[in-house]
């Protein structure tokens, strides 16, 4: 499984991003969907997760301003990011594991990381 992530940049406080991640080689809908953040020198964090059946979670630094998504006729799964505080500056990573009908707690197959900066 390959798995690309698109969408990262740099925006100000109070702005918007949607991050999007499209799987190759094997369906999506063999998948729970996992987003994750790092900041250098602090441990991952899952930001959000979506199971194949379609239940999320959030953690709760993001609960209402984020919204997770998968469209798996496309292949993507999508991270809405609303509200963007200077705090969820990170390297977000959209992992991916498989048969999980329910969000996982472990993920085999990650992408590489994009860059996402909120800054005024």
């Known amino acids: 499984l390959d798995i690309m992530e698109y969408g990262g940049g740099s925006v100000q406080p109070g702005e918007s991003l949607r991050l999007s991640c499209t799987v190759s080689?094997?369906?999506?809908?063999?998948?729970?969907i996992g987003w994750f953040r790092q900041v250098p020198g602090k441990e991952r964090e899952r930001v959000s997760c979506?199971?194949?059946?379609?239940?999320?979670n959030y953690a709760l630094s993001v609960k209402g301003r984020f919204t997770i998504s998968r469209h798996d006729d496309a292949n993507t799964a999508y991270l809405q990011m609303d509200n963007l505080k200077t705090e969820d500056t990170a390297i977000y990573y959209c992992?991916?594991?498989?048969?999980?009908?329910?969000?996982?707690?472990?993920?085999?197959?990650w992408g590489r990381g994009m860059q996402v900066t909120v800054s005024s």
């Open positions: 979506i199971g194949r059946g379609g239940g999320t």
């Open positions: 080689g094997y369906p999506l809908a063999n998948y729970a």
């Open positions: 992992a991916a594991e498989p048969w999980a009908d329910s969000c996982a707690s472990s993920y085999d197959y």
